[in-house]
């Protein structure tokens, strides 16, 4: 029964990776080696946002944020802030990557969410899904990834719009917005989850429907950006 509770959450955390990379079309381009490279900027970034947060906030304890509590810290939204060196991240990767819009965020985002997969939950997953016994957050942790890769597709396609240097401006503000939810989601959904005293799994569901809206918001953008300039 270990193992296959290991195999379930195995397969919910990595499956619609793979599914994506086949399903975009990644795979016919031999895009592999590309989304490895894009990983390998993942890792550099968060390096660089450790040691950030280790210079200017030296009591910063590996992205948990504590600003709901006896004295809130306002130096917590720019701790949160840090984000934004994902979006320069995803940027640099598509800016080397050549070819059409579609390849180029795939690519990042793939890349860039399987990084984040192997390296914060990967481990957890291996150790904890196959103990003796069953725990659901294990099934979060996998559901949690795919809304992460989700996230990182939207944020990707968003940096794409911005970058373009033949952007409309009546669409600049719009894809401006989009990218400050984007960077602040995270902050902004564990103050709603502190505040609601929120359990797990509808922590989850409410980051799930969040994801999804901007998902859906920066998807009619995208398709907007792309029939203008076409």
């Known amino acids: 029964m270990t193992l296959f509770h290991f195999g379930n959450c195995f397969a919910l955390a990595y499956f619609p990776y793979f599914i994506t990379y086949k399903c975009s079309g990644l795979s ?3 895009a592999f ?3 490895v490279q894009a990983g390998v900027t993942y890792l550099f970034v968060q390096l660089c946002k450790m040691l950030f947060l280790a210079t200017f906030f030296p009591t910063w304890e590996g992205g948990i ?4 509590g006896p004295q809130p810290d306002p130096q917590e939204f720019m701790k949160a802030s840090v984000d934004v060196a994902d979006l320069i991240g995803l940027n640099l990767v598509m800016s080397r990557n050549a070819g059409k819009g579609e390849y180029k965020i795939m690519v990042a985002a793939l890349g860039w969410a399987t990084a984040e997969l192997i390296m914060s939950r990967c481990i957890p997953l ?3 899904a196959r103990g003796i016994e069953f725990d659901w957050k294990y099934i979060q942790m996998s559901i949690d990834s795919n809304i992460s890769l989700v996230h990182y597709i939207v944020a990707s396609a968003q940096v794409w719009m911005i970058t373009r240097y033949d952007l409309y401006h009546t669409f600049r503000p719009a894809v401006l917005l989009l990218m400050f939810l984007s960077v ?5 959904m564990e103050t709603f989850v502190h505040l609601c005293s929120l359990g797990s799994w509808a922590a989850l569901l409410a980051r799930a429907v969040v994801t999804g809206l901007l998902a859906l918001s920066t998807l009619a953008l995208y398709v907007a950006v792309v029939n203008v300039h076409s």
């Open 126 to 128: 291996w150790v904890g």
């Open 65 to 68: 944020y504590d600003f709901i």
């Open 184 to 188: 602040y989601k995270a902050f902004v």
């Open 33 to 35: 080696w590309k989304c």
């Open 28 to 30: 016919e381009y031999n």
